[in-house]
């Protein structure tokens, strides 16, 4: 049974604490830099684990460890390199707050195997939900403004992979809420399996 590690003496900002935030942002950035296209998605959905370090963090330290590595890993990224003006970021700490946060909250009530799987369940369910509105009414608009697309341009992309896309809300509806359903089934594997890992370095 997975135990919860931010029932600890020591606060999520003690200097422990904060190395273990700070490396966790950093692993979570390198990941979006070694993002990929799935070939059943359009090649604008570039899908990469660097959720996984915000599950791990959020599992060890609490859920306010879990925000803030999705906020410093975008950050970063900001930093080193961003394509999209700083709108793919916002994007992602954003839906990644909208799974990491539920998923942490769930775990620090209830540290079980119940608890992960409850957890999970209710990540996807929100990740996947918030990533469908913002980007109808924000992402895909902001997007078509910073890179100097028609939103019908994106569009188009995911026709070519899916036929039943035809518009903006049929784009969110096929494309962007499957794949992040898809994204947060594999974070949320990946996240457990890597805490329970590497569960003896959170006791150091």
Same mark, same amino acid.
């Given at each position: 049974?997975?135990? *919860?590690?931010?029932?600890?003496?020591?606060?999520?900002?003690?200097?422990?604490?904060?190395?273990?935030?700070?490396?966790?942002?950093?692993?979570?950035?390198?990941?979006?830099?070694?993002?990929?296209?799935?070939?059943?998605?359009?090649? +604008? /959905?570039?899908?990469? /684990?660097?959720?996984?370090?915000?599950?791990?963090?959020?599992?060890?330290?609490?859920?306010?460890?879990?925000?803030?590595?999705?906020?410093?890993?975008?950050?970063?990224?900001?930093? #080193? @390199?961003? *394509?999209? =003006?700083?709108? =793919?970021?916002?994007?992602?700490?954003?839906?990644?707050?909208? $799974?990491?946060?539920?998923?942490?909250?769930?775990?620090? @009530?209830?540290?079980?195997?119940?608890?992960?799987?409850?957890?999970?369940?209710?990540?996807?369910?929100?990740?996947?939900?918030?990533?469908?509105?913002?980007?109808? +009414?924000?992402?895909?608009?902001? $997007?078509?403004?910073?890179?100097?697309?028609?939103?019908?341009? +994106? #569009?188009?992309?995911?026709?070519?992979?899916?036929?039943?896309?035809?518009?903006? @809300?049929?784009?969110?509806?096929?494309?962007?809420?499957? +794949?992040?359903? #898809?994204?947060?089934?594999?974070?949320?594997?990946? =996240?457990? #399996?890597? $805490?329970?890992?590497? @569960?003896?370095?959170?006791?150091?």
């Amino acid at each position: 049974m997975i135990r *919860n590690s931010s029932q600890t003496k020591s606060s999520v900002f003690a200097t422990s604490s904060m190395v273990k935030i700070g490396m966790l942002s950093a692993l979570g950035m390198i990941l979006m830099l070694l993002d990929f296209p799935l070939p059943i998605f359009p090649s +604008f /959905l570039k899908f990469d /684990l660097s959720d996984a370090p915000a599950v791990i963090g959020a599992f060890a330290m609490g859920p306010a460890a879990g925000v803030m590595i999705e906020f410093l890993k975008n950050v970063l990224k900001i930093i #080193v @390199r961003s *394509n999209t =003006g700083g709108v =793919g970021e916002l994007a992602n700490f954003l839906v990644g707050v909208a $799974y990491v946060l539920p998923l942490a909250l769930i775990f620090k @009530r209830w540290p079980s195997k119940k608890g992960v799987i409850g957890g999970s369940l209710v990540a996807i369910v929100s990740g996947s939900f918030f990533a469908g509105v913002l980007n109808y +009414f924000v992402f895909i608009p902001a $997007y078509a403004v910073v890179l100097g697309y028609p939103v019908d341009a +994106f #569009v188009s992309m995911a026709a070519k992979i899916n036929t039943a896309v035809v518009d903006l @809300r049929t784009l969110v509806l096929f494309a962007i809420v499957p +794949f992040n359903i #898809v994204k947060g089934i594999v974070v949320a594997v990946s =996240g457990v #399996v890597l $805490y329970r890992a590497l @569960r003896p370095l959170w006791k150091m």
